[in-house]
C-alpha cells in the first residue's frame, strides 16, 4: 500500500531525510519509532504530499504521489485519515456533528446515511449514544482522542497516519488508542503508520516496526526482529524501555 524508495530531504543545508526506503504492505500498521526530531514527522507528511523530497519515489496504492499536482494530490488524499497529536476537534460542534464533518466536507450523500456511518464508527470506538451531542470541552481526554479517530476513518480511508496519538496520554488512555487503532484495522482493513516514541505501545500494535534514527531506517521488521537488534543505537534505546520495566 505504500512504498517508499530512496526518499531524501533537507532544509537549506540541513538534511533530514536520508536515503529512507519503507515498505507498508495493505492491513499492516508500521510503528516509525525515534526520538524526537529524527525525521519521523517530516517522513510522514511526504506519504501525503504535504512536502515534496528532493530524490525519491512515495508510492501510495500504486501511484507516485511526488510529481502530482493540486488535483491528482487532492484525490489521493481521500485514501487517508490522519490523526494528529492534539485531537484537534472543533470546539464548537458536538461529537456527532465533529465525526460527521468530512462527510459534509466532501460528498453528497443523506442525513440518513451520514447517520449510518457515524454512528458504526462511534460504535466501533466504544462511544456511547449519550456522547453524540457532547461538546469537547465536556469530554475525558481519552473520549476526545476516540472521537478523533472515529472522524479519522469515517470515510473508510484506505491509510490512517497517527502521529504521536499517545504522547502526553497516560497509560490507561494510551491502552485504550493501541485498543482502538487494532480494531480499525481488524474491522475496517485499515493500513496504519504511527509515529510513536513510546516503546511499550509499538510493540503493542506493530506489525512491523522501522527504527529511524537521524534520518535513516536503522533496523526494520517485525517487533521481536527489532528487539534482538544488534545495532548499537537501537539497543540502547530498547535497553532503557525493557531494562527499566523488567
Ligand atoms: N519545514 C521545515 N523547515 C526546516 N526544518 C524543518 C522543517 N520541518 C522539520 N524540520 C526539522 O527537521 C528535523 C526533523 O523534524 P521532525 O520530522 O518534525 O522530527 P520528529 O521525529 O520529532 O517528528 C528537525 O530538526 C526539525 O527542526
Ligand atoms: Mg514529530
Redesign the pocket.
Known amino acids: 500500500m505504500i512504498e517508499i524508495v530512496d526518499l531524501h530531504k533537507s532544509?537549506g543545508d540541513?538534511t533530514?531525510l536520508k536515503g529512507i526506503n519503507l515498505s507498508v504492505p495493505a492491513g499492516n500498521t508500521c510503528v516509525i519509532l525515534?526520538g524526537?526530531?529524527?525525521?519521523?514527522?517530516?517522513l510522514m507528511k511526504h506519504m501525503i504530499g504535504l512536502l515534496k523530497p528532493d530524490q525519491g519515489q512515495v508510492i501510495i496504492d500504486g501511484e507516485d504521489v511526488v510529481p502530482m499536482g493540486p488535483e491528482d494530490l487532492e484525490r489521493m488524499r481521500h485514501k487517508f485519515g490522519m490523526v494528529f497529536q492534539a485531537a484537534a476537534l472543533f470546539d464548537s460542534m458536538d461529537v456527532y456533528d465533529n465525526v460527521a464533518f468530512p462527510l459534509r466536507e466532501h460528498r453528497g450523500i443523506s442525513e440518513e446515511e451520514i447517520q449510518k456511518l457515524v454512528r458504526s464508527k462511534l460504535d466501533l470506538m466504544g462511544l456511547p449514544r449519550a456522547s453524540e451531542r457532547k461538546f469537547p470541552a465536556d469530554l475525558s481526554g481519552g473520549m476526545r482522542k476516540r472521537v478523533g479517530l472515529a472522524r479519522a476513518i469515517v470515510m473508510n480511508p484506505k491509510i490512517v497516519l497517527y502521529d504521536e496519538p499517545t504522547t502526553g496520554l497516560d497509560p490507561i488512555t494510551t491502552d485504550y488508542v493501541d485498543e482502538m487503532i487494532l480494531a480499525a484495522q481488524k474491522e475496517l482493513g485499515i493500513t496504519s503508520v504511527v509515529?510513536s516514541h513510546d516503546i511499550a505501545s509499538a510493540f503493542n500494535i506493530a506489525d512491523q516496526i522501522a527504527f529511524l534514527s537521524k534520518g535513516v531506517i536503522l533496523e526494520q521488521g517485525s517487533p521481536e526482529q527489532v528487539r534482538a537488534s544488534k545495532h548499537p543505537a537501537v539497543e540502547i534505546f530498547m535497553q532503557t524501555w525493557f531494562g527499566k520495566n523488567d
Not at 36 to 42: A, C, D, L, R
Open positions: 532544509f540541513y533530514v525515534g524526537s526530531g529524527s525525521g519521523k514527522t517530516v509515529i
